[in-house]
């Protein structure tokens, strides 16, 4: 037998059609990690594609009690798990491991139990009765969904244990993972748990499958196959835009997380008023996990003064002390590279210094840039390419109006903020610039760095194109993110024994929401 | 002066930039209707997309009561204007004037009221709040919408008064209406009265913008377009497809409706139970509009038997004595002779008498058409090939698996039917068929034709590709057909007076329902 890693399709580790494998790396030691691993076949995809939609059909009868016990039973398992997944983890991303086994680990388990509750309380279902002419709608499972994932949080963002998956099998439908390149090793063992957890829940053989790696052709063709239901797709531009292609032309919806940089305006009188304090935490989040997070604040605009020079020097100062992290693989250090050259040719000016020694392994020097606010508004496009990593650029403006014309010059963002002074004197520039930057963003804060994402309700992780592929979603929070993996399903005067549960006249839980003629109650509907 | 209509851009009815026009045709005389239209050009386009973005900006200072009184007050206009609106769309459509003026207008202004009071409720926002971690979202306006539609309903569909143009506007939107080219008369004068009702409610001047037409590349240029926030298009699938891959590349959310075959199942026990009511029922719906309507069922299913041919039969004979109707354009007549002969190619067999006289003007002859299941299953995408217009096909099936199959082979619809019997005689095959045809479609009936569609909060209009291009959302229905032109905002510890007025603790009406901490409430945030 080989050492090349099985593929799990249809309930069964089976070995891959295929005869290419890969080999992870260890990017601080810049060694190769044990095992290799398959580049799937179309094969391998076509078979996962039809144990994928048996288990899509299969899952209609299964209840929501079910899903919830699966997915409560992963998230312990993988803490049983935790010292192991976390050095794994740690091995083949860089980050450091009391994290990614500590607070990554209770984020991962915490998103995966809120989505278990969601699944069976069913109010993701978002039930809308009109009783007068018998017209009832809820949110049904879209069917198999194809996950593509980053390995910037190995397990929040994991392609088994991740958002997409939690609320992908949350809403009902089976999941054909794919693993990041970077991260074999740690998906195989969360799909062992998940595996193990969905025979205990008796799940359907497919709902859990992984494969490690496909060719750019047979992942756009698996995206745009019939059996698929829909996509999610975290990770590179180029790579996330050919997959949207087939995608689309296939009708088949598909959500992508392309780039972003975050815009944070920093206001003459919160520098002033809050100081060392906000130079610290900005400067703490451009470098935290080496800047590696799709929140990450890379691009700060200020408006020129004393204030905002006083703060850039202590950025850079900052940014010249701390010893710089590693990336987490050469592919995120070459594509940072690239990147940080985009920005100086379109006329950013690096103010750190680039002779500090780099870091462990994969490493770049931290790299703070400068533009003025008329030159970004020259190269505008070029200019908000985000530099993923331990970078980040200043846009030095004249004035509230100029500041205004580089934000209604950019593309969509996942997340803005603006820091204003308490005392009021900001408040003018604020009425001015927060309304421009809030139609840019999905999500919008005051005073606030955006890395810290809780998963809630409310929280909304998206925003206009690229930050995502369609403004209306978001890929974080419980239930909203599994709306992405529904279809809206209508029934006009079906008859009531033929009703799914949820759209009869007895409420099924008693504690189910329910739109009811236009109110929301969790009571029966009164028998005619 | 010429007699070249002006297009309405920035409030102001003015010339056109371009010197190209077209006029319209009265599809029951085939003579031209009088006046001319322009083409627009590109530059009539970036006119109406830059004070569309004017106009997006200053929506977000008007409140909903005035969306709401814009919107009632359309809708009187509309009924003011009643005979003269029925008049000119007959004349444009050949549909009967009657049906316009009355049913067809009450649908409409139905509509628009209910989205005037959705504006008004604000429901449509869909306020998800967690109180803890302070986390907030909303819909919110997605900005400038540009409304391509068709002319089988030159009311209720109308890319002025249609259910796109109702709910883009009730949700904070300017609207670019782009007029069906067989309507551009009846376009025009609803958007005298719109243009009316926008300055009687102080709206602002690019709200309701309308161009006659446009050549393909400036269509794709259009909804492609930084400043437009979505698109919905419903009409030709080659138009559509190009459009939707225009929008797709560029990350701009586009609704499409292309077609459907709306499938409806005939079991033997409800033939038998219902006899020649049925009959009746499913004739007159095929022919009814000419057959002109998006949820027409033109693809019926039965299995083989003496029930089944004793209803093609009946069927047949009605096809055959039926005058047939006028189709709305050359066009249309084209498109069905051309979509017939897919069908025959394909396999399917003319069963009603093609020699019998055609209507008036631009019609032909009903036409019914029948194939086994084992041939649809040997050409199963050309077999669902929709014919526009009066004529359907029936799938006579060996038996209940092979209806199965045929229902397996099906792409996405609209809307989906089946009739058993209510002694339970088909129970067995309707447990087989239902959960297959469920996943199929956006509605769901029992016992019912599929073309009555109540404006409910229980509708669902869309379904799997190609009969929407998003499972996800509904282009009929208030208010869940406003989520279309809505982005997901979300404010995370934003300062409590920065907070929009619905996300604040006070219920702004004290009437407005959100769901705070995962209960739907009406009442206010208790203050920390």
Redesign the interface.
């Known amino acids: 037998m080989s050492d090349v890693a099985p593929i799990l399709v249809a309930g069964q580790w089976r070995e891959s059609k295929s005869g290419d494998t890969f080999r992870a790396e260890n990017p601080v030691t810049q060694e190769p990690l044990p095992g290799a691993y398959p580049v799937s076949s179309w094969e391998d995809c076509d078979a996962a594609l039809t144990a994928a939609a048996e288990a899509a059909?299969q899952l209609?009868d299964v209840s929501p009690k079910r899903l919830q016990k699966f997915l409560l039973r992963l998230a312990d398992l993988m803490e049983e798990n935790r010292a192991a997944i976390g050095q794994l983890a740690h091995q083949e991303s860089g980050l450091p491991e009391k994290r990614l086994a500590g607070r990554e680990m209770e984020r991962t388990t915490d998103q995966i139990r809120q989505a278990a509750d969601a699944a069976a309380d069913r109010?993701w279902k978002q039930i809308?009765?009109?009783t007068k002419?018998?017209?009832?709608?809820l949110?049904a499972a879209?069917?198999p969904v194809a996950i593509f994932s980053p390995n910037n949080f190995p397990l929040s963002w994991n392609t088994i244990s991740g958002s997409d998956f939690a609320s992908a099998v949350a809403a009902g439908n089976p999941v054909i993972a794919i693993a990041n390149s970077a991260a074999p090793g740690t998906t195989k063992v969360l799909a062992e748990l998940a595996r193990q957890a969905a025979q205990e829940a008796d799940l359907p053989a497919g709902t859990v499958q992984l494969l490690y790696r496909l060719n750019h052709a047979d992942g756009e063709r698996l995206v745009a196959d019939a059996r698929i239901g829909a996509t999610a797709f975290t990770g590179s531009t180029a790579a996330g835009l050919a997959l949207?292609?087939a995608a689309?032309?296939?009708?088949?919806?598909i959500y992508v997380a392309l780039s972003s940089v975050n815009p944070i305006v920093f206001l003459p009188n919160a520098i002033r008023e809050q100081g060392e304090e906000l130079i610290n935490r900005y400067g703490n989040v451009c470098l935290k996990g080496t800047g590696q997070f799709c929140t990450q604040p890379g691009l700060a605009i200020v408006i020129d003064g004393e204030e905002s020079r006083g703060m850039i020097a202590a950025i850079k100062a900052k940014f010249d002390e701390s010893t710089p992290g590693t990336l987490g693989s050469k592919k995120t250090l070459d594509n940072l590279v690239a990147k940080l050259e985009t920005l100086k040719q379109a006329g950013a000016k690096v103010i750190s210094d680039e002779s500090k020694p780099k870091g462990e392994g994969y490493s770049h020097p931290n790299t703070l840039l400068q533009v003025s606010g008329a030159d970004f508004l020259q190269s505008a496009a070029a200019l908000q390419t985000e530099a993923f990593g331990n970078a980040a650029l200043f846009v030095v403006c004249q004035d509230v109006a100029e500041a205004k014309a580089v934000i209604d010059a950019l593309h969509?963002q996942l997340?803005g903020c603006i820091y204003s002074s308490t005392d009021g004197a900001d408040a003018e520039a604020?009425a001015v610039l927060?309304?421009r930057l809030?139609?840019k963003v999905?999500?919008?804060?005051?005073?606030?760095m955006?890395n810290g994402m809780?998963v809630?309700?409310?929280?909304?992780?998206?925003?206009?194109?690229?930050a995502s592929?369609?403004?209306?979603?978001?890929s974080v929070?419980i239930p909203?993110a599994m709306?992405?993996f529904?279809?809206?399903?209508?029934?006009?005067?079906?008859?009531h024994d033929?009703l799914p549960e949820e759209l009869r006249n007895k409420n099924p839980s008693g504690q189910l929401?329910r739109?009811i003629?236009?109110?929301?109650?969790t009571g029966d509907i009164a028998e005619g």
Do not use: C
């Open positions: 059909d209609l109010s809308s009765i009109e002419r018998d017209l009832r709608s949110f879209i069917g949207k292609g689309d032309a296939a009708g088949k919806p969509g997340a604020y927060a309304p809030r139609r999905g999500r919008f804060m005051d005073d606030k955006p809780p809630s309700i409310g929280m909304g992780h998206g925003g206009p194109f690229p592929g369609h403004p209306g979603f978001t929070g909203n709306r992405r529904a279809v809206l399903q209508s029934y006009d005067q079906a008859r033929h929401w739109n003629d236009g109110e929301w109650t």
